[in-house]
C-alpha cells in the first residue's frame, strides 16, 4: 500500500510517522545542560523497506521520521537546551546521504515523498534556530557526502574536521545522475550563498572539497585539526548558547503517544476523525474543537502539556496528512470539516495571544505553522466544507484559507438544529502562520488589493455568516441548502475525475502566488526540476545511473539536451 | 534533426527563426500613426511541422516565431507605434491555443522548446509595455482558449466582448491533463492577481469565464457590448498612447536579413562564428569585436541601422543561440568565445551610455538585455573561454558572467604575439541587463558579500589581467599556458560524460539564487512542472489525455497523488 514496487520491512503495511525516543534505532539522543548533542549512528539493518542495507550512516525515510522527532522532543521535552550538536557516531563518516539502493528501488511516489518530508524536517532545524533559539552546529568528521551535507546545510555552523581527507561533496549529479534534492542546491546558492560558478565545480566533483578551500568557498564555516576538534566545538556551543532566548531553566512536557485507533476505512483520534471514502477517493478529516475552555494560566497549560487541545490537535492534524501522503496515494481529495463551539476555539487563541512570550504558547504556535505549511504542499486537492455546527475560527480558519476551495453554507439545514455555519477571524490569521512564501494565507489571498486584507482585519472577532464570509473574500462559495449536495457531490466526483498529476501541478502553481522565499524556492525550483529528473531514463531507467551504480556497468545516457 | 518525432514542413530539415514581414502567413501588422494592429488569422495549412492542421487560429512554434519578429520590428522598425491592439482575423473565435495535435506529436524536447520560446515572446511583449512604453491592448472577439488567454495575459489591457458567449478559459488540465504552460497560471496568480480559490475554479472550468464575472474575477479589464465595441477600443488606444513616453514621430531602422552562411559544422555570421565539434558535443561561438570606432552621433547609428555593431552582434547571437536549442541537442556545451579589441568594444558601450535616452540606443540595450535572459535560459552548460586576443568587456563580459564556469588565460601564449588576455568592467555591468531574477548577473555572481560588489564597481573601467579578475571573483579559474589545454579538455570532457537531464536541471537551480520575479517563477515553478507533467502517461502516454483528445475515447488516468 505504501509503495507498489517495495515491501516495507517486518510485515508492516503502512509507514507510520510516529517514532519513540526509547526504540531509536538511528539516533542516540543526549542532553547535557543546555547542550543536546544528536548522535546519527544508523542500524544497518534497520531499514524502512526490504531489500537494501543502510551502510555507511546512509538514511531513508524511516531515519528522518526518528530525526523529525528528535528535534520536535527538543523542542518541547527539553526547552533549555539551546544548542544541538549533530554528529556521527560512525568512524571517518559522518553521512553518506539517501541510500541509492533505497532510492533505485523505490516508486517515483515515494521518491517525492521522501524528498518532500526530508525537506521539511531540515526546514525544521532551520525553524528550530530562527523560531526558537535552539541552535544547530554541525560536526562533519568524516566524509559528508549527497544528503549528509544537506543536513549538515540545515545547521547555523559547520565544522569540518582538517585530517586531508574528511570533505564535503554533493555528488549526486556525476554519479547518479539526480539532484541533491533535500534543499541542497537552494541552500548552496541561498543560504550559504556560494558564488554559482564554485557551485557548479562543487556540484560536479564526485570527491568533494575539503580544507581551506571549503571554507573560502563557504561550504563550511571553518575547519579545525583533529586535535583541537572537541575544545573548539565546546567552545562554538558556548557562543551560540550566550547567544540563545530560550529560557534558562524549565521542565518540558512529554510528547506522549497518539490515540490513534485504526479501521479499514477510518482513522480516529482523539480530537480529529479520519474517514475515507474509497470509491470517491475522498479523505475527509473532521477536527473538534475544544471540550473545555482554556486552562487558567500558563503554568495549567504546562500542567495538560501534550493534553492541551490546541497542541493535541495540531499533533494529531499533522500525523494524519502524512499518514495520508505517505500511504494513500489513492486519495484525490482531502476534505476538512470542523465540529464545536468557534467561540471556544477563539477562546484558546486568545489564551496563547496573551501567553505568546510563555515557551510552550511559543512552541505551540511554532508547531501549527510547521503543520500548516505541510498541509500546503500536501499533494492531494484541499477542500473546506464550512457547515452547520463548524468552528472553523481563527486557528482552525486557516484550515479554509489553505485549501484550494472552500464551500460554506447558508442558514440552517432542514430538519437539522445545529447552529448556523459561521466564520470567525483572529489575530492569528495575519501573521502567526505564514506560509513557505513568507505571507500569511489572507494576505497571499489578498494579493490584489490590500484593502480587502483590511476588511478582513476590520472584521476580526465578528461571527461572520456565509454570506458575509462570501463578501469579504474568505470563502470561494456560499450555498444555500438546496443546491449544497449536488454542488459539492458534483465538484468533488470532477476532481477525482481529473489527471492526479495536472492536479499538483496546478495545485504548487496556484497555492503560491506572490513572493518566494529560500523555504519556497526548494519545493518550488529545485523538487520540481528534480520530479522531473526522477522520472528522465538516464537517472531512472534500466540503464541510467540510479538503477546502475554499484553494479560496475555504466550508465547509458541519452545525450540529447532539453 | 530538429525533431524525431515529427518531420517538417516543405522539407526542411532547421527550425529557423528568422521571419519576413511580407512572407507572414498567420499574421498582418498594420501600423496607423502611433496604433499598430495586431491581426491573428493563422493559415491552417501553414504549420512548421507536417501532421496537423492550425484549425481556430491555433498555433505551432512558427506562428510564434512570426509574433516575436513582429513585436522586435514595432519596436524597430517603428517607433512611433504606441499602442499594439492584438486581435483576431477570425470570426468568432481569438485564438484556441497552442495545436493539441502538434502537441501530442511532438518529442518531448520540442514541447518543452516551444514553451520556453513562447514565453520568452509573451516576455517580449510586457517588455515593450515596460522598458518602451509600446503597450499592448489586447481584444477578444469570440473564444480565448488556453494558449488564447495566455496571449492576452501579455496585454496591458484585455477588452472582453460581452456577447452571450465569448470567454475566456484555461482548459488545458481537464481536457489535456497539463497545465497552461505559457505563463498562464503564474499570471493568473501574479499578475492578474486573480484570488488563489477562483483561480482553481477557472483552471477547472473547460468553457471558461464570460461577462461580469470574467471582471470581478480580474480575469478580463472589461467586457464590452459588440455595438460599442470599436468606439471602447479607441478610446482605449488612445488613452493608453497618451501615456506613453515614446518618441512622437522618428524613422525606424530596418531589421534588414542576417548574413548566414551555413556548412556542415559551421554557421558564418557578419560578427559571429558557431563551429561545431559533434564527436564532443561542442558548440563554439565567437563573438567578433567592431571593427570601426562607433559613430559620431545618434543620427549616425541610426542611419547604420541593422548595421550598428552592437544591434549586429545581439541579433546574431540571438539566432545562433536559437538555433542551437531547437536543432542541436546534442550539444551539450555552449563555448563563448571572442576576438576583437577590448577598448573598442568599451567605445561602444560609451557610446550607447551617453545616448541612452535615444530610442534606437535604448531599444538596442533592451534588446541585449532580452538576449542575455535567452543564454541564462539555455538549457546547455555555458562556458566562457577568457583568452589572448579576446574581448571580453562592457556587454560582452556579461556572457562570462552568464556561463557556469569561465576559465581565463594567464599572461601569452607560448610562440603567440596576441596580446594576454585582459576582462574589462563598465556601467553597463551594474544593472542595464538584469537577469530574470531581476538583479545584474554580477549581482547575482555576488550575492554572499555586497562588498565583492563594490569591489568589482570600483575597478570598472581598470584592464584586469587574469590574475586580477580571478582576485576579483570575476572568473572560475585563472590557468596559465601549461594547465590550459588540458584543464580545458578534461572539463568538457567529464561536462558531456554527465547526465543531460541532470545538468539541465542542476544549472536551471544554480544559476537562478536568490530572489525570484514573475518572469523567473514562470521559468522555475511553472516549467519545471509543467516539464515533469509533459513525462507523466496521464498526459502523454498512449492512454492519456494529451494522445486521445479529439479520438472520442477518454483517457485512462493512473489516479495515484504523487
Excluded at 515523498?113 to 532545524?125: A, D, L, S, W
Excluded at 541542497?184 to 580544507?211: P, Q, S, Y
Excluded at 504558547?361 to 503543520?371: L, T
Excluded at 495536472?502 to 520530479?531: C, D, H, V, Y
Aim: net charge negative; proline share 4%; charged share 30%.
Amino acid at each position: 500500500m505504501a509503495d507498489a514496487e517495495r515491501k516495507l520491512n517486518n510485515g508492516k503495511s503502512r509507514i507510520d510517522f510516529q517514532a519513540d525516543p526509547s526504540k531509536y534505532r538511528h539516533w542516540k539522543l543526549n542532553v547535557d545542560g543546555d547542550v543536546a548533542t544528536l548522535l546519527m549512528d544508523v542500524d544497518e539493518k534497520g531499514t524502512l523497506f526490504e531489500g537494501y542495507e543502510l551502510k555507511l550512516n546512509s538514511y531513508d525515510l524511516g531515519v528522518d521520521i526518528e530525526l523529525a522527532d528528535a528535534i520536535e522532543r527538543l523542542r518541547f521535552e527539553h526547552p533549555q537546551v539551546k544548542v544541538i550538536l549533530l554528529r556521527s557516531g560512525k568512524p571517518r563518516v559522518f553521512c553518506a546521504g539517501a541510500n541509492i539502493r533505497m532510492l533505485a528501488g523505490a516508486s517515483h511516489a515515494h521518491k517525492v515523498n521522501f524528498c518532500k518530508f526530508t525537506n521539511e524536517t531540515r526546514n525544521g532545524i532551520e525553524d528550530a534556530s530562527e523560531a526558537s533559539g535552539l541552535f544547530t552546529i554541525c560536526v562533519i568528521n568524516g566524509t559528508a557526502a549527497g544528503g549528509g551535507y544537506e543536513l549538515a546545510l540545515a545547521a547555523d555552523h559547520i565544522m569540518l574536521i582538517d585530517d586531508g581527507s574528511s570533505a564535503v561533496s554533493l555528488p549526486e549529479l556525476p554519479l547518479l545522475a539526480v539532484l541533491p534534492g533535500t534543499g541542497g542546491l537552494t541552500r548552496v546558492t541561498d543560504k550559504r550563498k556560494v558564488r554559482r560558478d564554485r557551485a557548479d565545480v562543487f556540484c560536479t566533483t564526485e570527491e568533494g572539497i575539503k580544507g581551506k578551500r571549503a571554507v573560502d568557498w563557504r561550504l563550511v564555516d571553518e575547519v579545525v585539526p583533529a586535535s583541537k576538534l572537541e575544545d573548539a566545538v565546546a567552545k562554538r556551543a558556548r557562543e551560540f548558547a550566550a547567544k540563545s532566548q530560550r529560557p534558562p531553566t524549565g521542565k518540558g512536557i512529554l510528547l506522549r503517544p497518539l490515540t490513534r485507533e485504526r479501521s479499514a476505512d477510518a482513522v480516529e483520534y482523539s480530537t480529529i476523525a479520519v474517514e475515507f471514502d474509497r470509491p470517491a477517493r475522498l479523505a475527509t478529516v473532521t477536527l473538534r474543537g475544544p471540550q473545555a475552555a482554556p486552562p487558567a494560566s500558563a503554568e495549567a497549560m504546562v500542567e495538560q502539556g501534550a493534553e492541551f487541545w490546541p497542541l493535541k490537535l495540531a499533533r494529531e492534524l499533522d500525523d494524519a496528512i502524512l499518514d495520508i501522503r505517505a500511504n494513500e496515494f489513492d486519495v484525490a481529495a482531502i476534505v476538512f470539516k470542523s465540529s464545536g463551539d468557534p467561540a471556544q476555539v477563539l477562546a484558546y487563541d486568545q489564551f496563547l495571544e496573551a501567553n505568546k512570550e510563555h515557551w510552550l504558547a511559543r512552541e505551540i504556535r511554532g508547531f501549527w505553522k510547521r503543520v500548516l505549511k505541510r498541509v500546503d504542499l500536501t499533494s492531494r486537492s484541499l477542500v473546506a466544507l464550512v457547515e452547520p455546527g463548524s468552528c472553523f475560527a481563527g486557528t482552525l480558519a486557516e484550515l479554509v484559507f489553505a485549501s484550494d476551495r472552500s464551500y460554506m453554507l447558508i442558514g440552517k439545514r432542514d430538519g437539522d438544529n445545529k447552529p448556523p455555519a459561521t466564520l470567525a477571524l483572529a489575530t492569528v490569521n495575519f501573521g502567526a502562520y505564514p506560509m513557505s512564501n513568507g505571507l500569511s494565507r489572507l494576505a497571499s489571498r489578498f494579493l490584489a488589493d490590500p484593502t480587502d486584507l483590511d476588511r478582513a482585519k476590520a472584521a476580526a472577532g465578528e461571527t461572520l455568516d456565509a454570506e458575509a464570509a462570501e463578501r469579504l473574500g474568505l470563502v470561494t462559495f456560499a450555498l444555500d441548502d438546496i443546491d449544497w449536495e449536488d454542488e459539492i457531490r458534483v465538484f468533488l466526483e470532477e476532481r477525482a475525475s481529473f489527471s492526479a498529476d495536472g492536479l499538483t501541478g496546478l495545485e504548487a502553481n496556484l497555492r503560491f502566488g506572490g513572493p518566494e522565499t529560500m523555504e519556497s524556492k526548494i519545493f518550488a525550483r529545485l523538487t520540481a526540476w528534480q520530479n522531473w529528473i526522477f522520472q528522465r531514463p538516464n537517472a531512472v531507467g534500466e540503464e541510467g545511473a540510479l538503477k546502475r551504480y554499484g553494479t560496475g556497468q555504466k550508465p547509458a545516457f541519452d545525450t540529447r539536451r532539453v
